[in-house]
């Protein structure tokens, strides 16, 4: 069974960075594009950050020059460095992942990590 895990949510102080995590766990055979999305209370999710397999970078606007996607294939992991958070980016963050595991190409996601961002 395939399972996206999240780790690195917390609270910090407006102008403050957190890293997240998002490590793939299960019998996978390739992984395609990873990224995080956010959803904050009481607005729709949104695409925060992705990367593709090839190492291709798509980023929201709110986000560019603060926050910086990667991931460690061999570890099956995708990160996120968060600098010079707001209190806008206070939300839920999501990992979602297109991969091929034993039953064939799914999207999956995360439970999410809670980022609260005090001002």
């Known amino acids: 069974q395939v399972q996206l895990v999240e780790s690195g949510g917390g609270l910090v102080q407006s102008g403050g960075s957190l890293r997240l995590s998002c490590e793939a766990s299960?019998?996978?055979?390739?992984?395609?594009?990873m990224g995080w999305y956010r959803q904050a209370p009481g607005k729709e999710r949104e695409l925060v950050a992705v990367?593709?397999?090839?190492?291709?970078?798509n980023y929201a606007d709110s986000v560019k020059g603060r926050f910086t996607i990667s991931r460690d294939n061999a570890k099956k992991t995708v990160y996120l460095q968060m600098n010079s958070l707001k209190p806008e980016d206070t939300a839920v963050y999501y990992c979602?992942?297109?991969?091929?595991?034993?039953?064939?190409?799914?999207?999956?996601w995360g439970k999410g990590t809670l980022v609260t961002v005090s001002s």
């Open positions: 299960g019998i996978i055979l390739k992984i395609n594009d």
């Open positions: 990367i593709t397999s090839g190492g291709s970078l």
């Open positions: 979602n992942a297109d991969l091929f595991s034993v039953v064939g190409l799914r999207n999956y």
